[in-house]
Every structure is written in C-alpha cells, then in structure tokens.
C-alpha cells in the first residue's frame, strides 16, 4: 500500500479538525459583546454598563441577613453584634477607621481630624454624651448610609468591616470613661503593687 500525499495528508487533517474549530463559536465564547465601560449603540443612553433589571439579584448578592447587612434587627437598629467580636477584628477595625474616619472624626474620636483642621465642618464628637448612648446598629447605619455631612462608606467597606469600625468606636469611647471597676482584678493588682511589666 502506497503512502498518501502530503496534499492528501493536509487535507484530510483540515477535514477532521473542522469541526473542533468551529466549536468556539459555537459554544459562543467568541460572541460580539461589549468591553467594560465601552460606549454603547444599542442602549439610548449610551452605555454599556447596566443596572440590574429590577427584581433581580446579582449573583452572589443575596443578603438575607438583615441584622449583618443592614445593621436591623425586628426593623430596629441592632443592640448587638452579628458574630462575636475578637481582637483581629478589633485590629481590622482600628486599621479601617485610622484610614476611613480618622481624617473627619480625629484618632481618638473628638471631631477635630484633619480635614476639620483645614477647615471641613466639625462632625459629632463619637465621645458624646448622644452619640455614646447610640446602638451599634445606629452606628453601622451611619456608616453605611451616610448622615448630615458625612457620605455614605458602604462603597468603601464590606459590612463585617462596618461592624468592626463599630466595635473599635466603642473600644474608642470605653477607654476615655473607663473607670476602677472596667480595670480586671489582677491588673488592678498590679498597678496598686506599682509593677511595671507584666507578670
């Protein structure tokens, strides 16, 4: 039996991979379609960037948790935290503040942060009588909706954050009210013995 030609070889090898070939398209992995942000024909505004269609959920959106989400619980602000605040999320909480609301509200919360010192307007001091009489939940709204001057953050932060800028705000007002009885009995101990380092 003769070999076949190198023609015959070509060809038969175009036959065969015919169809993988056109398997991208059909598969529509290669379908016309518009890049992020880039101006749009079909739409009458112009844009390629839609809303969601009303009714609607993106994937991965779905926040049934009213309480973590939306800082309510039985439609009132929540009195307590969503899960069970550690130090990391206390440290997470600080680092989010120092570069979030530190410049308005001031490293230790009395309202005179930098921008006010540039001549932005002076916000509540968190170390009020008002404001520490807030529930977390009041907070956390504040955070995410925005009040008075102050724009919402929810674009800047995720919500468990929002909740960890709440716990470090209270962290923030305990420790400029504390008194005897917030001092734990060995610690006490200590500072009456005049100890300087740990035990």
Known sequence: MSRPSARAAAAALAVWAAPFASCKQIDLSDQPREETLQPSRYFEDGQSAR???PGTVPRGA???DEHLYDGVVAGEP???FPFEIERSDLDRGRERYEAL????HGYVGEGDGMVVQRGFPRPPSLLGTEVRALRPGDIYVTIA????AMPS???QTEPEDRWRIVAYVEALQRSQFAGEQDV???VWARLVRGDDAEE
């Open 51 to 53: 809303t969601p269609v």
């Open 62 to 64: 779905l926040r049934l």
């Open 78 to 80: 929540a009195e307590t």
């Open 101 to 104: 609301c530190a410049p308005c």
């Open 145 to 148: 909706r925005g009040a008075g």
């Open 153 to 155: 953050y929810s674009t």
């Open 184 to 186: 734990p009995e060995e």
